[in-house]
């Protein structure tokens, strides 16, 4: 009877099992799925349904062949399929793309351990021969049960859209479906075919953010930035729409479209008395076209009043970069005509420092993510610092991206960064506003007074940023949502340590120091007085002077920017 049933089983199995990678294919997801959704009415557990991209795949397949491409897929879906619990199911639905169930979670939270092994396993290096080959994936989330309900179909295309929402953030992270966010602005991504009709139709178009000198308030260039003014849903942001042609050769089609429209809007400007630097986003594909430097070349000379010097590139980094010799040959290349190069997102980027030496890259711009906090978290102050210093070791040009607060420009312009783009300074705009805004923008006058400072006397940044998360870890042990003790004592605190390292006769004996000493001494002080009344059962009381020790830390803040020197 075995050997009756087994050749009718397995045309079966076949037909419910992908056949390169061995995972369930769209239909077995589709059973178990319907199966959680089931479950998790009847126990009360949720359910995450989750979509996941290998990124870069493509660009293997052109280096290195299809072949080399399908080994690497097998080897990366086995090691994703590891990192599964018991019970959960990895699907592959087609090429790239992947699929997964994490049915009977105790919570929703309880499964990003799961999508971080699912990132790790993805981002494994494979080697094929004498290369190493990496990818990256962009993970999207969705929930059941939500507050509306849902059926397989829609989970799996909410997740779809998070899953966008990733790879148009940078990549090589995960994110959770956000109905207010992927459902208000439009759902859908935009298929191939449509973004195809919307250059025809001359649907895109650019706009423009400024890139500022702090320190002087001239304006040195502008980002342009590609929009889609769709007809039916207004104005679509990029990340509605590139992560589709990311992978496919139209990307190719609609770069060369913005580096010419954008050439030609310099030569507009040019007519009108504004000559500035302009730099276009291109993504590593494009530039691994064999005639991408004399296409480049064949642009600038049919616009030939714009000297190529004053157009520059911007590298997105979308992942390792494996054939970094050829890409450099490239940029090389490209160099020859005149322009210059920058690396976007850098400190987020997976370039080694061999990489940075190897590239003739002139301009690195700072991630936004590292600009955002430096206010509040000490760790991302000194990353950036880290980063900066680094560009300097490099003798690279450094443009901070992401500034929203005159406060963040002034910590900028401390460590010695000048040049600096972001909503607190202007929003990308049309062509035809750029000239009027340029006039008319003047810097905030605490830019123009901000003094730097030396590596030396960098703790005296730190001090206010580190004390404000120390007065954010007091409040929380305070309230009871942290069970560790913040350190209370003026010499444990890493300005404190700096500040008495020389002992009595060293800073903290100079008379310029005496009213920072004696305000830090306050700070710690009314700390632990703050303590001493949690421990007496007063901590109502310690809470209600939480503002009075804030105000506190934000004075020594504006205290030690009095140190410093001009430039």
């Known amino acids: 009877m075995t050997q009756d049933r087994e050749p009718a089983r397995r045309p079966r199995q076949i037909a419910h099992f992908d056949s390169l990678t061995g995972l369930p294919d769209r239909v077995l997801l589709g059973d178990r799925l319907q199966k959680a959704i089931a479950q998790s009415k009847r126990w009360g557990q949720p359910v995450a349904v989750v979509r996941l991209d290998l990124d870069g795949l493509e660009a293997i397949n052109d280096r290195h062949g299809h072949e080399a491409g399908q080994r690497l897929l097998v080897s990366l879906a086995r090691g994703m399929k590891r990192t599964l619990r018991k019970g959960e199911t990895l699907a592959r639905l087609e090429g790239n793309k992947f699929a997964a169930v994490l049915p009977a979670l105790a919570e929703e939270q309880e499964c990003v351990a799961g999508l971080i092994r699912l990132l790790e396993a993805a981002g494994e290096p494979v080697q094929a021969g004498e290369s190493t080959l990496q990818l990256t994936a962009s993970i999207g989330v969705a929930f059941y049960p939500q507050e509306q309900d849902a059926d397989a179909d829609q989970l799996l295309r909410q997740s779809g859209q998070a899953m966008h929402r990733a790879k148009a953030a940078g990549k090589n992270h995960y994110r959770f479906f956000d109905p207010v966010e992927d459902t208000g602005k439009g759902g859908h991504p935009e298929s191939l075919e449509r973004i195809r009709q919307a250059l025809a139709a001359r649907e895109f178009l650019m706009v423009y953010q400024p890139k500022v000198n702090l320190a002087t308030g001239e304006v040195v260039g502008a980002e342009a930035l590609i929009r889609w003014q769709h007809p039916e849903r207004g104005m679509v942001p990029p990340g509605e729409f590139l992560p589709v042609i990311e992978d496919h050769p139209f990307a190719v089609v609609l770069g060369e479209w913005v580096i010419g429209?954008?050439?030609?809007?310099?030569?507009?400007?040019?007519?009108?008395?504004?000559?500035?630097?302009?730099?276009?986003?291109?993504?590593?594909?494009q530039l691994r076209q064999m005639d991408f430097a004399d296409r480049l070349a064949a642009l600038l000379a049919e616009h030939s009043r714009i000297k190529p010097s004053s157009f520059e590139l911007e590298i997105r980094d979308a992942g390792p970069l494996e054939d970094l010799a050829q890409l450099s040959g490239v940029l090389a290349k490209c160099r020859e005509t005149g322009i210059s190069f920058a690396l976007d997102d850098f400190g987020s980027s997976h370039l080694s420092l061999r990489d940075l030496k190897r590239l003739p890259i002139d301009i690195l711009k700072i991630d936004p993510g590292f600009v955002r906090e430096i206010l509040e978290n000490p760790d991302d102050l000194t990353i950036l610092e880290g980063v900066l210093g680094l560009a300097a070791a490099f003798h690279r040009q450094v443009v901070a991206e992401g500034v929203e607060t005159v406060e963040q420009g002034l910590m900028l312009l401390r460590l010695g960064c000048r040049f600096a783009q972001g909503y607190g300074i202007a929003r990308p705009m049309p062509a035809d506003k750029f000239p009027g805004w340029a006039a008319d923008w003047r810097p905030d006058p605490r830019w123009l007074e901000a003094l730097s400072v030396s590596v030396d006397e960098r703790p005296l940044i730190h001090a206010g940023v580190e004390h404000r998360a120390w007065a954010a870890a007091l409040e929380?042990?305070?309230?009871?949502?942290?069970?560790?003790?913040?350190?209370?004592?003026?010499?444990?605190?890493?300005?404190?340590?700096?500040?008495?390292?020389?002992?009595?006769?060293?800073?903290?004996?100079?008379?310029?120091?005496?009213?920072?000493?004696?305000?830090?001494?306050?700070?710690?002080?009314?700390?632990?007085?703050?303590?001493?009344?949690?421990?007496?059962?007063?901590?109502?009381?310690?809470l209600a002077r939480m503002t009075e020790l804030r105000t506190l830390v934000d004075k020594l803040a504006d205290q030690l920017n009095a140190f410093g020197k001009r430039d």
């Open 261 to 285: 429209a954008v050439l030609a809007q310099m030569e507009e400007w040019r007519d009108v008395g504004l000559g500035i630097s302009v730099s276009v986003n291109i993504g590593v594909r």
């Open 476 to 542: 929380a042990f305070l309230k009871g949502e942290s069970s560790v003790e913040p350190p209370l004592s003026r010499y444990q605190c890493r300005f404190g340590g700096w500040l008495y390292a020389e002992g009595p006769n060293g800073r903290s004996s100079q008379p310029g120091f005496q009213p920072i000493v004696a305000l830090h001494w306050k700070i710690h002080a009314l700390a632990a007085a703050l303590v001493k009344f949690r421990t007496h059962g007063r901590n109502d009381e310690a």
